[in-house]
């Protein structure tokens, strides 16, 4: 396995040493080439996901491929802006100079991707990577398998393995990757292994992107629209069957609208998911036992107001809401990744706000109100990777908002032109006349 990993990043190094991948209509082909391939696995794709996680193709479409295709999309439409040379003003104590910034490719990326969205979090850092000019070596998740295949497949087709290449298998793979000299690292996963990441890229000095997760809340306060709240959060909580990093994983709301918003979400469940979830044949599974088994235990803190039934043989925990939770309530003490929700209420809800401060910084944050000062209270107090006022995830969604953690919920960020940027040395070159 060392040596396998020592051989592809070598090839790789010398391949990138031509210069070929620092052509802007090489990467633009890549670029295209990939969307094709795309389409053309798209059934098998869908597939994958299904066995893996039992998304539904609907959800696996609309999470996954349509995602990494927008992403593609927006890419080609402003790589040959984005890769050429910027001037910029020059210090007038030298007039007679001009300053110019050039981004160049790091050089060989490894990409290692999760099992939640195993497809667009393998790609979608992977469109950054090529758009820089990179190679890169991809790492897919072993929870996946049928993921990880079509992924070693797709990419095997599309691209020669100087170039693009996928390394399958397990944390053996993974720690033969991070053994070798990366010239730049892109991690998506868990804050602990994020931290293993780290020590391994301080060892060659690697520069990294973390994208890991956290406890992000979601606020609801007495004055919002309770029915677009309950619709949004219940959106947000369930995708996935709650295995999203950036899924609302606990819920404050206003005393005074507990009980409404309570029924509105037990609403809202049914409507989407059906009135028994675990007749759902097409609601996604836990990933596997290991994770059934931590979820399941959360399910005796405080009580199931909402849900709260499971079946293991079927990996499967049916959306449930919390109540009578604690801060020091076990399911408070992780981040949750499932289909459960706790919620907390308040009347004031500045001691919730050092609550949440107190604590590692969230991925993400969800305010629901139309209070103007609330809002500016809240993203002021607050630090957090980013979020939404008066809706869930979709900020994730957006080519010009850039995505990505802070403190404990990660470092680095991407998504549209941020993805060639994080893939980008920035060479800044002074010109001076004689």
Request: charged share 20%; with cysteine.
């Given at each position: 396995?060392?040596?396998?990993?020592?051989?592809?990043?070598?090839t790789?190094?010398?391949f990138f040493?031509?210069?070929?991948t620092?052509?802007?209509?090489?990467?633009?082909d890549a670029?295209q080439?990939l969307r094709?391939?795309?389409e053309k696995?798209?059934?098998?794709?869908?597939?994958?996901?299904?066995t893996d996680l039992?998304?539904?193709?609907?959800?696996?479409?609309?999470?996954?491929?349509?995602?990494?295709l927008?992403?593609?999309?927006?890419?080609?439409e402003h790589?040959?802006?984005?890769?050429?040379?910027?001037s910029?003003?020059?210090s007038?104590i030298?007039?007679?100079?001009?300053?110019?910034?050039y981004?160049?490719?790091?050089?060989?990326?490894l990409?290692?991707?999760?099992?939640?969205?195993?497809?667009?979090?393998a790609f979608?850092p992977?469109?950054?990577?090529?758009?820089?000019?990179?190679?890169?070596?991809?790492?897919?998740s072993?929870l996946?398998?049928?993921t990880?295949?079509?992924?070693?497949?797709?990419?095997?087709e599309?691209y020669?393995?100087e170039?693009?290449?996928?390394m399958?298998?397990e944390?053996?793979?993974?720690?033969?990757?991070?053994?070798e000299?990366?010239d730049?690292i892109?991690?998506?996963g868990s804050?602990?292994?994020?931290?293993?990441?780290?020590?391994?890229?301080?060892?060659?000095?690697?520069?990294?992107?973390?994208?890991?997760?956290?406890?992000?809340?979601a606020?609801?306060?007495?004055d919002?629209?309770?029915?677009?709240?309950?619709?949004?959060?219940v959106r947000?909580k369930f995708?996935?069957?709650?295995?999203?990093?950036?899924?609302?994983d606990?819920l404050?709301?206003h005393?005074?609208?507990?009980?409404?918003?309570v029924?509105?979400?037990?609403?809202e469940?049914?409507?989407k998911f059906?009135?028994?979830?675990m007749?759902n044949?097409s609601?996604?599974?836990?990933?596997?036992a290991r994770?059934?088994?931590?979820l399941?235990?959360?399910?005796t803190?405080?009580?199931?107001?909402?849900?709260?039934?499971?079946?293991?043989?079927q990996?499967m925990i049916?959306?449930?809401?919390l109540?009578?939770?604690?801060w020091?309530?076990?399911?408070?003490?992780?981040?949750?990744f499932?289909?459960?929700?706790?919620?907390?209420?308040?009347?004031?809800?500045?001691?919730m706000?050092d609550?949440?401060v107190?604590?590692?910084?969230?991925l993400a944050?969800?305010l629901?109100?139309e209070?103007e000062?609330l809002?500016?209270?809240?993203l002021?107090?607050v630090s957090?990777?980013?979020?939404c006022?008066?809706?869930?995830?979709?900020?994730?969604?957006?080519?010009?908002?850039p995505?990505?953690?802070?403190?404990?919920s990660?470092m680095g960020?991407?998504?549209?032109?941020?993805?060639?940027?994080?893939f980008s040395?920035?060479?800044?070159?002074?010109?001076?006349?004689?």
């Open positions: 396995m060392m040596n396998q990993a020592k051989q592809l990043v070598n790789q190094r010398t040493n031509t210069g070929r620092k052509n802007v209509e090489y990467r633009i670029l080439r094709k391939g795309i696995y798209q059934q098998r794709i869908l597939d994958a996901l299904h039992n998304k539904s193709e609907a959800e696996a479409y609309g999470s996954e491929i349509r995602i990494v927008g992403e593609l999309d927006f890419t080609l790589l040959q802006e984005w890769a050429a040379p910027r910029v003003p020059t007038s030298m007039p007679d100079a001009v300053s110019t910034i981004p160049e490719p790091y050089g060989v990326a990409i290692i991707a999760p099992w939640n969205y195993p497809f667009q979090l979608g992977l469109i950054g990577a090529i758009a820089a000019g990179n190679c890169a070596v991809i790492k897919p072993e996946t398998p049928a990880s295949h079509l992924i070693h497949d797709l990419i095997q599309v020669p393995q170039y693009i290449a996928v399958e298998g944390v053996e793979t993974s720690t033969a990757l991070l053994n000299k990366f730049y892109f991690f998506t804050t602990g292994v994020g931290r293993i990441v780290m020590k391994a890229a301080a060892e060659h000095l690697t520069p990294v992107t973390l994208e890991l997760g956290g406890k992000s809340p606020i609801v306060h007495q919002a629209d309770l029915q677009l709240a309950a619709q949004r959060i947000g995708l996935n069957a709650g295995q999203t990093c950036v899924a609302p606990y404050l709301v005393e005074q609208v507990h009980d409404q918003l029924e509105q979400i037990r609403a469940i049914s409507e059906g009135a028994n979830v007749e044949a609601f996604p599974h836990i990933v596997n994770n059934f088994d931590r399941s235990a959360f399910l803190n405080g009580t199931a107001v909402i849900g709260g039934r499971s079946n293991r043989d990996l049916e959306p449930t809401v109540e009578d939770i604690s020091d309530s076990p399911v408070m003490q992780e981040e949750i499932g289909p459960i929700l706790p919620v907390f209420t308040y009347n004031d809800l500045n001691p706000l609550e949440i107190r604590r590692p910084k969230p944050l969800y629901f109100t209070s000062a809002q500016e209270q809240v002021t107090q957090f990777g980013g979020g006022i008066n809706e869930t995830l979709s900020h994730m969604t957006s080519h010009y908002l995505f990505g953690g802070v403190g404990e990660g960020s991407y998504h549209g032109k941020q993805s060639f940027e994080v040395h920035h060479k800044s070159i002074l010109k001076r006349s004689k």
